[in-house]
C-alpha cells in the first residue's frame, strides 16, 4: 500500500525481458502505477517496467538518471527529495542498490527525512545465494572482483584464505562478457575440492544453476554462459 508522506519507493525490476509480470504482486503493480516521479539507472529499464505494469499516465512521468557514470547525485534528484514528493528507484534489473549503484540515493533519502520502503521482486544476487548450496548464513558479496589477472589472482587466494578460516561463502559477478574468461580463470586458480557455484540466466528460459568442485567442472561441459548475466560463488 502507498504509506502516507514523502516515501522512497524501493522498486522490483524484471532481471531479464522474458520475466512474466506476474512476478510483481497486485499491490506492487498498484504502487509503481501510482507515481509519477522516478530515479532510474536508464530510461530504457524504466519505461519498460512502467509498460508492463501498464502506468496509465506515461506521458506525464518524470524521471531522472542516475547510474556508474555520475559522479555524484544529479541536481534534480536533490530537487525532487526538497519537494518532498514521493518517489520510485529503478534499476536496471532486480532490485535497487543489490550489485546496483542507486545506494547513494537511498542514503539521500534517509538524509532528507523521508520514509525508506522496499518492495519484495526477483534478485539475482539473492536467488543465487538460495539456489547455491553454499553457505547462505555467513557470506559475503564482492560485486566486481579485480580485472587483471594478477590482481584477481591474489584477491582469489585472499578469498581462499578467509574461507579457511570462516567458512563464509564469497560471491560475485562478472560483465557477462567476460563470463567464460573468468570461469577459466577460476578453474586455473582455485584448489581442486573448492566448490564453485554458477548461477546464470536466473528466471529465464536459459537459466543454469550449478554448484559442483572444481575438479567435478574440469570434467563437466563448459557451462553456456557467454553474454548471460550469471553470479559466481565460492565456497567449501
Known sequence: MLTSGPTLYLLPNFIDEECNPDYLCD???????????????????????????AHPNLEKIQWIEFNEHHVQLPAGVLDLFK??????LVSDAGLPSMADPGYPVVRQAHLSGYKVVPLPGPGSVYMAIMASGLNAQCFVFHGYLPRENHALRKKLIDIQKQIQKDSYSHFFIETPYRNLKMFEFLLKSLPEDSLL??????????????????????????PNIHKVPCVFGIGN
Do not use: D, M, P, Y
Open 27 to 53: 499491490a506492487e503493480k498498484f504502487i509503481i502505477r501510482s507515481l509519477q516521479h522516478f530515479v532510474t539507472e536508464s530510461k530504457s529499464a524504466l519505461f519498460t517496467l512502467l509498460k508492463k505494469c
Open 83 to 88: 519537494q518532498k514528493v514521493s518517489v520510485g
Open 197 to 222: 557455484s554458477i548461477c546464470a540466466g536466473l528466471k529465464t528460459q536459459s537459466e543454469f544453476i550449478k554448484t559442483l568442485s572444481i575438479s567435478a567442472w574440469k570434467k563437466n561441459n563448459i
